[in-house]
């Protein structure tokens, strides 16, 4: 008895070093995920700030500085940084040129493309009130097919003056922005898409129509408070 006693406890022991030593292991992985991401969160942060307002200065090159604020969920605005933002705020940038006058809205927007979602930034001018350009802050299309959003001139020759008015009651888009089979575009609020890249053509017009319709009723009828701050 006393012999069983003693192998079993002879072959249960290199099992609980075993585990032991897989715990030892997992909690200096786990020291060293969570070190590796606290070092390069500021660095990550930092190259996506970078990025964005590189996105910014794209689609609104007349910009000099651009400022960083939320629309608010029952209207109006107020800049990032003066407080705790509220549910439903969304994000937006207003970019000024040299002599510090309002040069147009850039906001981003994302549709779900090919692959993934597509997520643009559009720059958005209240004179004409249509989107003036747009940039891909990111997508994972098929390289040759998708990524012609960023290189088609007659694509990008959409976003010169795309119609992006609201309604008379300030509450929507007076037109729904929307893609088109290629060659068939007849109205001013609509994107002539890519032959073969129809999809992420599409994603495209989504971002932007499903973006422009929260954003921009809560903004324009308050573009003063927003110069304002210019």
């Given at each position: 008895?006393?012999a069983?006693?003693?192998?079993?406890?002879?072959?249960?022991?290199p099992?609980?070093a075993?585990?032991k030593?897989?715990g030892l292991?997992?909690?200096?992985?786990?020291?060293?995920?969570?070190?590796?991401?606290?070092?390069?969160f500021?660095?990550?942060?930092?190259?996506?700030?970078i990025?964005?307002?590189?996105?910014?200065?794209?689609?609104?090159?007349?910009?000099?500085?651009?400022a960083?604020?939320?629309?608010?969920?029952?209207?109006?605005m107020?800049?990032?940084?003066?407080?705790?933002?509220p549910?439903?705020?969304?994000?937006?940038?207003a970019?000024y040129?040299?002599?510090?006058?309002?040069a147009?809205?850039?906001?981003?927007?994302?549709?779900?493309?090919?692959?993934d979602?597509?997520?643009?930034?559009f720059?958005y001018?209240p004179?004409?009130q249509c989107?003036v350009?747009i940039?891909v802050v990111s997508?994972r299309?098929?390289?040759?097919?998708?990524?012609?959003?960023l290189?088609?001139k007659?694509f990008?020759?959409?976003f010169?003056e795309l119609d992006?008015?609201l309604?008379?009651?300030?509450?929507?888009?007076?037109?729904e922005?929307?893609?088109?089979?290629?060659?068939?575009?007849?109205?001013?609020?609509?994107?002539?898409?890519i032959?073969?890249?129809?999809?992420t053509?599409?994603?495209v017009?989504?971002?932007?129509?499903?973006?422009?319709?929260v954003?921009?009723?809560?903004?324009v009828?308050?573009?003063?408070q927003?110069?304002?701050?210019?």
């Amino acid at each position: 008895m006393n012999a069983d006693l003693h192998q079993l406890a002879a072959q249960s022991t290199p099992t609980a070093a075993m585990i032991k030593t897989l715990g030892l292991v997992s909690a200096i992985c786990g020291l060293i995920i969570v070190g590796a991401y606290q070092l390069t969160f500021d660095a990550v942060a930092d190259n996506k700030r970078i990025a964005t307002e590189r996105a910014v200065f794209k689609v609104l090159p007349a910009a000099k500085s651009i400022a960083e604020f939320v629309a608010l969920p029952a209207g109006g605005m107020e800049k990032i940084g003066t407080g705790e933002t509220p549910a439903g705020a969304v994000k937006f940038f207003a970019a000024y040129d040299g002599d510090g006058k309002l040069a147009g809205i850039a906001a981003e927007g994302g549709a779900k493309g090919y692959a993934d979602t597509v997520r643009i930034m559009f720059g958005y001018q209240p004179e004409c009130q249509c989107v003036v350009g747009i940039g891909v802050v990111s997508m994972r299309e098929t390289p040759g097919i998708g990524d012609k959003i960023l290189t088609d001139k007659d694509f990008l020759a959409n976003f010169t003056e795309l119609d992006a008015k609201l309604n008379a009651e300030l509450k929507a888009l007076a037109n729904e922005v929307k893609t088109v089979k290629h060659g068939s575009k007849t109205n001013p609020w609509q994107i002539d898409a890519i032959s073969g890249a129809t999809i992420t053509s599409r994603a495209v017009g989504k971002a932007i129509n499903d973006s422009a319709q929260v954003l921009l009723p809560k903004i324009v009828p308050a573009l003063e408070q927003l110069k304002a701050k210019s």
